[in-house]
């Protein structure tokens, strides 16, 4: 399931059949094998007695022959059956078959792997954003219970028809802050350097993977040595490589600190690519009569002023909302020292009824608090209102430059003698 069935990797193990499987878990009836690979193969059955279809993983024999290994499969199992979160695979059982084979029983996710969206569609920023988002929430939440997966990789992260993640192949998962031995295991083109160099692990790896997957996602590779911007594959910003450059970063102590932290970091740059319009937009509003140029310089000043406005008032609201204690400093920054609390509310009536796009930007603040576990964490907060802060200072400032353009255009049209168009202004600014 967590792997394609045609997996180049080399197969360490004689698979069993259909009908081995039927001899070795009879309370199953196996109906086909959905995916193997160098780690093991996956199996989809049908467990009648629940009358549920589920996937049953088996690993190659000689694992189940290594006490240790075996001793800690064990933990590890009944550590992921306590993880019950809507992004990460469910486990329902496990053991060791007659073969020698340990096993484990899972949900089975009607769907696709990331690996083969990436590398057979064409993943769209905003669909390859949300799924990175998903699988920082996948991880957040393994974390804060002290797993940690570190085999992370578009393989092992499987997406049905409605775009949900569900993370899969915890099978390598370790408790934190335990040392990597003679076999880092992992995929060498995910793995951060610490695993590779034998060292002490922690979450962090987990968060590197991810780094290397939403880089995957957004160019249709993974990270060259030395990487190349995301920005030679695909038209976006160059914010997401500062993003990723983070989360890869070779010291664990320059990447983000915690899952919830990078995928706010995400969010609020999705937020502000959203808020450009692409450059090959153009308005297709079917053109009416000639205006008055009294009329368009009218249309023209409201603009300004309603952008102006917007502009002015967004620091201090985004104060009122998260920095209580520094209200005062930002109210003056922002021009809006004396605003009464009837005025902020006839501001906040004021953006819900003309400006759902700022609308939902802030509504959306709520969402990213609790999906990164903020209210528990101090650290986590402060965190998340710098990652919110930058989106909204970068939509202050669009806001700032929308209205000082509308401010030039105003005062050119009024000096303008025939018809207001932009190819008036444009010969008008020429001579």
Not at 40 to 54: N, T
Not at 111 to 136: E, F, V, W, Y
Not at 251 to 277: C, H, L
Not at 409 to 427: I, W
């Amino acid at each position: 399931m967590a792997e394609e069935a045609s997996s180049s990797d080399p197969l360490s193990f004689d698979v069993p059949s259909i009908e081995e499987m039927t001899g070795y878990l009879p309370q199953f009836k196996f109906e086909k094998l959905a995916a193997c690979g160098g780690m093991g193969a996956v199996y989809k059955a049908w467990q009648d007695s629940l009358a549920r279809w589920v996937a049953v993983k088996i690993l190659p024999p000689k694992f189940g022959a290594e006490q240790g290994f075996a001793d800690r499969f064990k933990t590890e199992a009944r550590a992921m059956a306590k993880l019950n979160h809507t992004n990460i695979v469910g486990v329902y059982d496990f053991g060791i078959t007659p073969g020698g084979h340990l096993f484990l029983v899972m949900e089975w996710i009607e769907g696709r792997s990331l690996h083969d969206l990436i590398h057979k569609t064409n993943l769209p920023l905003r669909k390859a954003t949300n799924l990175a988002m998903q699988l920082c929430e996948a991880l957040s939440f393994a974390h804060q219970h002290g797993i940690i997966h570190r085999d992370i990789k578009p393989g092992n992260i499987m997406v049905n028809d409605a775009d949900h993640v569900k993370v899969a192949d915890f099978g390598l998962a370790r408790p934190t802050n335990e040392t990597e031995e003679d076999n880092p295991m992992g995929t060498p083109d995910y793995a951060a350097p610490e695993i590779r160099g034998g060292s002490v692990t922690d979450h962090r790896v987990d968060i590197f993977a991810a780094g290397v997957v939403l880089y995957e996602m957004l160019t249709g590779r993974v990270p060259e040595t030395p990487r190349r911007p995301v920005t030679l594959y695909a038209k976006i910003s160059s914010r997401w490589d500062e993003i990723i450059a983070k989360a890869i970063h070779p010291d664990p102590e320059k990447r983000y600190q915690d899952a919830g932290e990078f995928r706010a970091y995400i969010n609020a740059a999705m937020k502000q690519e959203s808020g450009v319009s692409p450059p090959d937009t153009a308005d297709h509003r079917p053109k009416g009569p000639p205006q008055k140029k009294a009329a368009a310089m009218t249309q023209k000043q409201q603009m300004g002023l309603t952008l102006g406005f917007v502009g002015l008032v967004l620091v201090a609201l985004l104060a009122l909302i998260f920095w209580p204690t520094a209200r005062k400093t930002a109210a003056t920054s922002a021009g809006a020292a004396e605003a009464t609390p009837e005025e902020i509310q006839q501001v906040i009536v004021t953006l819900e009824k003309s400006d759902p796009e700022l609308t939902r930007l802030l509504n959306s603040f709520a969402d990213d608090w609790a999906a990164s576990g903020a209210g528990k964490s101090s650290a986590t907060a402060e965190k998340l209102r710098a990652a919110l802060n930058t989106a909204m200072q970068a939509k202050t400032k669009d806001r700032a430059e929308a209205a000082r353009r509308a401010e030039i255009v105003t005062a050119e049209l009024a000096r303008l003698q025939g018809a207001p168009s932009l190819k008036a202004l444009k010969q008008n600014a020429a001579k």
